[in-house]
């Protein structure tokens, strides 16, 4: 099936009554990773996304069945993740893209070597026709990817490998960092937090603010100590100037 075809399937209109009767189910009760290896990349490629792109219409989703085909319900993937771009952001039950009028801009599957054949052939071959621009494989486990991670990007109607780890699309650099994806804005080089780092530096940050509080509460303690001893000593002198002027003396006198 080539995209022409598939486009031309994905925009024929079921009639109303036809199209309402039409079940397009948002779970098949299958596992959602195949390992709990395979399940934190995914939550954390996911989560990292989503802080990198709010503010931006976009959106990024997480094993959602992603419908391609209206009044086909049988047709239909489920990417481990896939970032939207030109969409309202939030989540969705399931993603078709006759309603959304975008396919996704990127996917991502974390894929083992139970999944190779069906990851690099079929969903390969599926997101090319419907002009996904870039397909990521990542192999959390180093099963059968050299390097853990591959990928491609659209060119014309075809996938070519990605040389130099960017991502156009989301303008990130990307590598593969033990078990996780490590994601680096173009921009500045800067590292996107993954959840657990992001924690830690909300809590530092956190106890630096508690700590400079604190600080700057002491310093207000100290100062005002200074200015009541300052204020005792102005008196007690302004007293022994008096004891002076009752003896005679004139404490003002050169």
Same mark, same amino acid.
């Given at each position: 099936m080539n995209r022409e075809t598939l486009w031309?399937?994905?925009v024929t209109a079921a009639?109303?009554?036809?199209?309402?009767?039409?079940?397009?189910?948002?779970?098949?009760g299958e596992p959602v990773a195949e390992s709990f290896v395979h399940l934190y990349a995914l939550l954390v490629t996911l989560e990292v996304l989503l802080q990198y792109l709010e503010g931006q219409?976009?959106?990024?989703?997480?094993?959602q069945f992603l419908y391609y085909a209206q009044g086909f319900p049988r047709l239909r993937v489920a990417p481990d993740v896939m970032v939207i771009f030109n969409v309202?952001?939030?989540g969705r039950d399931s993603y078709k893209t006759w309603?959304?009028?975008?396919?996704?801009?990127?996917?991502? @599957?974390?894929?083992?070597? *139970?999944? !190779?054949?069906?990851?690099?052939v079929f969903k390969k071959t599926l997101y090319e026709q419907m002009g996904v621009q870039e397909y990521w494989l990542f192999d959390p486990k180093?099963?059968?990817? @050299?390097?853990?991670?591959? *990928?491609? !990007?659209l060119r014309g109607e075809t996938y070519e490998p990605i040389a130099d780890g960017r991502s156009e699309p989301l303008k990130l650099r990307l590598q593969a960092e033990?078990?996780?994806?490590g994601f680096y804005r173009e921009d500045t080089g800067e590292r996107?937090?993954?959840?657990?780092?992001?924690?830690?530096?909300?809590?530092?940050e956190t106890l630096a603010r508690q700590q400079a509080e604190q600080q700057a509460e002491q310093a207000q303690q100290r100062a005002e100590q200074e200015q009541q001893r300052a204020e005792q000593a102005e008196a007690q002198l302004e007293q022994l100037k008096e004891r002076l002027r009752q003896a005679g003396i004139d404490p003002d006198a050169g």
């Open positions: 031309r399937i994905a009639s109303p009554q036809i199209e309402a009767e039409i079940d397009y189910p948002s779970s098949d219409r976009a959106t990024v989703l997480g094993n309202e952001p939030g309603e959304e009028g975008e396919v996704p801009a990127v996917v991502f @599957e974390m894929t083992s070597k *139970g999944t !190779r054949e069906q990851d690099q180093g099963e059968w990817i @050299e390097g853990q991670l591959r *990928g491609y !990007r033990g078990q996780l994806i996107l937090l993954i959840p657990t780092e992001l924690a830690a530096s909300l809590k530092q």
